[in-house]
């Protein structure tokens, strides 16, 4: 079935970098965008950027411009969000969407269950 | 681009009906039929339950409907059910191209 799988928790200090994959499957890997969203502990969602999987381009929220680098992999359908100089206020689970197929174009049909980032010293 | 407003919480008794609403500008709500409502459970990813304001991806249940008008859009859960009980975002393209979601509501189902 389509599904997005996303790697596990990670722990980083302050000023660190952190990388969270996201692998697809069930459908053709460059025919859908993929977004980025995160969650910070019992807050809501926030959407962090986009990347086309077929031509790599991007397109990232203004607050993360210069600190996110979206890339992707189209040998094993993965992609990747690169966040630097973390902070503790980017604590949170992080999760990659898929563009919708079909008519669901500007929505995420398809979520990753979410990769859990705590930044502490 | 800040956060779209949504009421914190809504509550309704089970089979009644509730409307959350999402009130944005015209550079993303109002300019738009871009609006999607996204469902979330504690400790699990959201899952959408309407795109383009009014549309049901397939398995999504006839009681959830949603519509727009200006620069609000609002979802509307009818013949509430205790699995309603979660947490709802909406969400809106903009014209920066990129995309924004709203604060969220806590439904409660009494």
Partial sequence: QVQLVQSGAEVKKPGASVKVSCKASGYTFTSNYIYWVRQAPGQGLEWMGIINPSGDSTNYAQKFQGRVTMTRDTSTSTVYMELSSLRSEDTAVYYCAREGAGDIGYAFDIWGQGTMVTVSS | ?110
């Fill in chain 2, 1 to 110: 681009q800040s956060a779209l407003t949504q009421p914190a919480s809504v509550s309704g008794s089970l089979g009644q009906s509730i409307t959350i609403s999402c009130t944005g500008t015209s550079s993303d709500v109002g300019g738009y039929n871009y609006v999607s409502w996204y469902q979330q459970h504690p400790g699990k990813a959201p899952k959408l339950m309407i795109y383009d304001v009014s549309n049901r991806p397939s398995g999504v249940s006839n009681r959830f409907s949603g519509s727009k008008s200006g620069n609000t859009a609002s979802l509307t859960i009818s013949g509430l059910q205790a699995e309603d009980e979660a947490d709802y975002y909406c969400s809106s393209y903009t014209s920066s191209s990129t995309y924004v979601f709203g604060t969220g509501t806590k439904v409660t189902v009494l």
